[in-house]
C-alpha cells in the first residue's frame, strides 16, 4: 500500500462506547496530523505529532486522546462522545512538522454518534 | 486569530477560465496552501506560495501577495472533473507547522 491509509472508513458509535481511529502512512514522513471536518466548517486541527512526540494540542476535549507509537502508525482514541463529534475526522501526514511541506491525507474515518 | 476567507460556491461552464479569491489575516505567514477535495474523498495537495506572484502548473495556476493578504487559484480549460471544493490554507508559522483552512469553495463545472 502506498500514501496514507484510515481505518475504519466508517463508525457508528453510542455515547458510552470506546472506539480507536487508525491512521498508517507509508511515505516515511516525519509529521503526523490529525483534523476533524464538519459540514459548512474549516478543517480543524486537532493534534501534530513530530516523530512520534506532540508538538500541538489545539484545545482538543479530553474526550479524544491521541497516540503515535511510531512515526508510522498514529491512533485517535474515543469515549464517551457527543452527538456533536460526528464528523469526518482526517488524518494527514507530511515530510516534516516545519513550514512549507505539503500534507498528504488519508480518505477520512466518517464518524457518527447516536 | 486566524481568519481565511474565500467564496462559498462558484459555478462555471465547461472549457472556461475561473479563478477562486481568499484572503487572509493570519498572526504570521510562512505559505499558502491550496487543495482540492472531490465529494467524500480526501484534500490533495495543488500548490503552495511563500514568496509573491504567480506558480504555474499545468492548468492550474495559484497567486499570491503578501501585502494584500490575497491568493488565488486561476482553473484554465475547465474539466467535469474539476468540480470539487477548492481549500486555501495558511501556515502561521507560528512555531510548528499549524495550517489554518478556509471553509473552502464549492466549484460546480456545468457542460
Known amino acids: ?114 | 486569530g486566524q481568519n481565511i476567507d474565500q467564496p462559498t460556491e462558484m459555478t462555471a461552464t465547461e472549457g472556461a477560465i475561473v479563478q477562486i479569491n481568499c484572503t487572509y489575516q493570519t498572526s504570521g505567514f510562512n505559505g499558502l496552501f491550496w487543495y482540492q477535495q472531490h465529494a467524500g474523498e480526501a484534500p490533495t495537495f495543488l500548490s503552495y506560495n511563500v514568496l509573491d506572484g504567480l506558480e504555474e502548473k499545468g492548468r492550474f495556476s495559484s497567486f499570491l501577495s503578501r501585502s494584500k493578504g490575497y491568493s488565488y487559484l486561476l482553473l484554465k480549460e475547465l474539466q467535469m472533473k474539476d468540480s470539487a471544493s477548492y481549500l486555501c490554507a495558511v501556515d502561521s508559522g507560528a512555531g510548528s507547522y499549524q495550517l489554518t483552512f478556509g471553509k473552502g469553495t464549492k466549484l460546480s463545472v456545468i457542460p
Not at chain 1, 475526522?89 to 480518505?107: I, K, W
Open chain 1, 1 to 114: 500500500e502506498t500514501g496514507v491509509t484510515q481505518t475504519p472508513r466508517h463508525l457508528v458509535m453510542g455515547m458510552t462506547n470506546k472506539k480507536s481511529l487508525k491512521c498508517e502512512q507509508h511515505l516515511g514522513h516525519n509529521a503526523m496530523y490529525w483534523y476533524k471536518q464538519s459540514a459548512k466548517k474549516p478543517l480543524e486541527l486537532m493534534f501534530v505529532y513530530s516523530l512520534e512526540e506532540r508538538v500541538e494540542n489545539n484545545s482538543v476535549p479530553s474526550r479524544f486522546s491521541p497516540e503515535c507509537p511510531n512515526s508510522s502508525h498514529l491512533f485517535l482514541h474515543l469515549h464517551t462522545l457527543q452527538p456533536e463529534d460526528s464528523a469526518l475526522y482526517l488524518c494527514a501526514s507530511s515530510q516534516d512538522e516545519r513550514g512549507g511541506y505539503e500534507q498528504y491525507f488519508g480518505p477520512g474515518t466518517r464518524l457518527t454518534v447516536t
